[in-house]
């Protein structure tokens, strides 16, 4: 049995996790046109290299990274563009966002995919532009670029990296199931992330509710030698948030405001780890994952392959939905997903899960109420955060509290909603309020860039302004000069001279006439 550490609060929901049945990977089929969004990942949207009428064929680049921080997306089969428009997107914010629609062909015809004969003989330079290049964001529901999170390397000594297969969130089962089947595609693929990392520890985390899956991770880990080891400890929400992972596997926490790489210590996904192992050895980008669909409200839950861009309706047709037992769809867990207010978005690469609850199971919630200031949001807060001080400053738009009272280490997990006898959504303030301060940072910058850009036009004027007045100031200096000279040299008194001359000239030549 390896170590492990506690950490503050937690709390344990009821999990249904038997609900779709992990260990078996479901073909969701192929729908009749996909749509993808420019943006499924942290960062700028990717940039269209495409057009409607265009022809493509499966793994073909759509569209490019635009920028550092931004991945590719790539044709996840083959067909022809027939749209490019805003459409509605998985978001908490229900806000639309630019998408490419692809009809899909039904042939599922692919380019050549080409992977390195050996990665073990490969730069780490080369393996990242392999991934880079396969449009991979983190899985496990962030999407920031993974690119991008493995250069961390080159700001900071690194030691361990950590594959994340907790998936605490009650319903999903879509990593348990996916440790199950490939076991061996996770450990090669962490064995590629080390390699880019230059570390030498590998921790495959795997929580005490996941008998199969932890089976299968030890089985495989065996091959990678002893730099890899499997660490299993008890359930309880929120375990597999990153901070919290590391303080039970290694004992230290993340410093407010840091990272884990400030430790040392890289996290990702088990499909991540996949998804890199395919890019490398197969040369194929990511356009597809695995899905849970689940909820009571479905006859046949599951996890199913799901070509990226898949609708969900589409997946509830499959899943054989039920619409008069559900009254909303959640994308993600009960704990930290959100509700969608329709079925036509698609499937993106941070997609983990669809929950398809019956009223009786997962009730609307009632009508907040005053808080009573009981405390237990505080015990059950995992970063030792005081929810109900910051429910109060969120409220006020206190941004000065927030941040003193650090609002950005809140995970957002919703333990604190969870145990509240109010039924307050506190999480849904915490994300206001971060929004909030964002776009006041946002503001502060453009306002500090507008100032400077006035103060230096300001400066630029001022400095134009002395040169031509020093211009003038020579040009006078020069003309009293030679006007004390003796005026000789005195361009004006020199023309005077000349017209009073061709006066007296023309006045000589009529006298004689």
């Known amino acids: 049995m390896n170590t492990f550490f506690n950490i503050h609060g937690g709390i344990h929901p009821e999990e249904e996790k038997h609900l779709s049945n992990p260990g078996t990977v ?3 089929g192929l729908p009749q046109s996909l749509v993808l969004p420019l943006s499924q990942h942290i960062g700028k949207p990717s940039s269209l290299c ?81 991934i880079s290049a396969a449009g991979i964001a983190g899985m496990g529901g962030a999407g920031f670029p993974t690119a991008v999170k493995l250069m961390a ?38 064995q590629i992330l080390a390699r880019i990392l230059a570390v030498e520890d590998i921790l495959l985390a795997v929580e005490d509710n996941k008998p199969a899956a932890l089976a299968a991770m030890r089985e495989a880990a065996e091959t990678a030698g002893e730099h890899c080891k499997v660490m299993t400890f008890p359930t309880k929400y929120p375990s597999g948030g990153e901070k919290q992972l590391i303080e039970i596997l290694t004992g230290q926490q ?15 996904n088990p499909g991540t780890a996949v998804a890199a192992r395919d890019a490398v050895c197969h040369g194929k980008p990511l356009t597809d994952r695995i899905v849970t669909l689940t909820g009571r409200a479905l006859m046949r839950p599951g996890n199913y392959r799901t070509r990226l861009g898949t609708p969900i309706e589409h997946l509830l ?9 559900n009254r909303r769809l959640i994308h993600g867990g009960p704990m930290m997903g959100f509700a969608l207010e329709s079925a036509a978005v698609p499937i993106v690469k941070t997609t983990n899960c669809i929950l398809v609850p019956t009223e009786q199971e997962l ?60 039924h307050i959504p506190l999480v849904q303030y915490y994300r206001a309020a971060k929004g909030m301060i964002r776009e006041s940072k946002a503001e502060k910058v453009r306002s500090d860039r507008s100032r400077d850009r006035f103060e230096a036009r300001e400066a630029r004027l001022e400095q134009e302004a002395i040169a031509r007045e020093a211009q003038r100031a020579a040009r006078r200096a020069a003309a009293e000069k030679k006007a004390a000279a003796g005026g000789a040299d005195d361009p004006v008194a020199a023309a005077i001279a000349r017209a009073k001359a061709k006066k007296e000239s023309a006045g000589n030549e009529e006298s004689g006439s």
């Not at 044709?75 to 009809?103: K, W, Y």
């Not at 390397?153 to 319903?171: A, K, Q, S, V």
């Not at 993340?254 to 990702?268: E, F, R, S, W, Y």
Request: charged share 20%; hydrophobic share 35%; aromatic share 4%.
């Open 50 to 130: 495409v057009k409607p009428g265009d022809y493509v064929l499966g793994g073909q680049l759509l569209a490019e990274a635009d920028g550092m921080v931004s991945v590719p997306l790539h044709a996840p089969t083959s067909g022809t563009v027939i749209a490019i428009e805003p459409r509605p997107v998985p978001h908490p914010s229900a806000l639309d966002n630019l998408c490419l629609e692809l009809a899909c062909d039904g042939e599922d015809r692919w380019i050549e995919c080409r992977g390195c004969e050996d990665w073990r003989t490969e730069t780490p330079e080369s393996l990242i532009s392999r």
């Open 26 to 28: 479901l073909d969701a």
């Open 254 to 268: 993340v410093p407010a405001g840091g990272l884990p790489a400030d430790l040392g210590i890289v996290c990702q």
């Open 153 to 190: 390397r080159e700001r900071l000594p690194l030691t361990t990296l950590i594959i994340n297969g907790t998936e605490c969130e009650p319903y999903i089962t879509a990593d348990d199931t996916l440790m199950q089947v490939d076991a061996a595609g996770i450990v090669e693929g962490a």
């Open 363 to 422: 009730p609307t919630p009632p009508d907040a109420q005053a808080c009573i200031r009981c405390g237990l949001c505080a015990e059950a807060c995992p970063a030792s955060l005081l929810p109900q001080q910051l429910y109060w400053y969120a409220r006020a738009k206190d941004q000065e509290q927030l941040e003193r009272h650090h609002l950005a280490d809140c995970i957002e997990c919703g333990a604190c909603s969870w145990v509240c006898p109010s």
């Open 317 to 325: 047709t499959v899943a054989g939905f039920d619409p008069s037992q």
